[in-house]
């Protein structure tokens, strides 16, 4: 069994500067890529940014200079640090992985409960 739990979020204020984490714990084996997803009141899930094991980054061009991605291989766990908040970054924050459990040869995508970001101007 995986899981993954997200921290760090909470009511912040515009400009502020939060971190988020997540940590995934379980069987695994091997992780390939990390990261994280929003979803605001009425829209769809999107992709914020996520970073492979190796450390290639991809973002969404609306977070590109605010938001930086990291990740810690050791402790499998992947961050996200949020710069110059805005009220437009309230959301459901949620983070995935795409993994392998021991004694399985398939990739799948793990997703955490996720945490929200509420940010008041």
């Known amino acids: 069994q995986v899981q993954l739990v997200e921290s760090g979020g909470g009511l912040m204020q515009a400009g502020g500067s939060p971190r988020l984490s997540c940590a995934a714990s379980?069987?695994?084996?091997?992780?390939?890529?990390m990261g994280w997803y929003r979803q605001a009141p009425g829209k769809k899930r999107e992709l914020v940014a996520e970073?492979?094991?190796?450390?290639?980054?991809n973002h969404a061009d609306s977070v590109a200079g605010r938001f930086t991605i990291s990740r810690d291989n050791a402790k499998d766990t992947v961050y996200l640090q949020l710069n110059s908040l805005k009220p437009e970054d309230t959301a459901v924050y949620y983070c995935?992985?795409?993994?392998?459990?021991?004694?399985?040869?398939?990739?799948?995508?793990?997703w955490g409960q996720g945490t929200q970001v509420t940010v008041s101007s």
């Open positions: 995935y992985a795409n993994l392998r459990v021991v004694g399985s040869r398939r990739w799948n995508d793990f």
């Open positions: 379980g069987s695994i084996f091997s992780i390939n890529v």
């Open positions: 970073i492979t094991s190796g450390g290639s980054i």
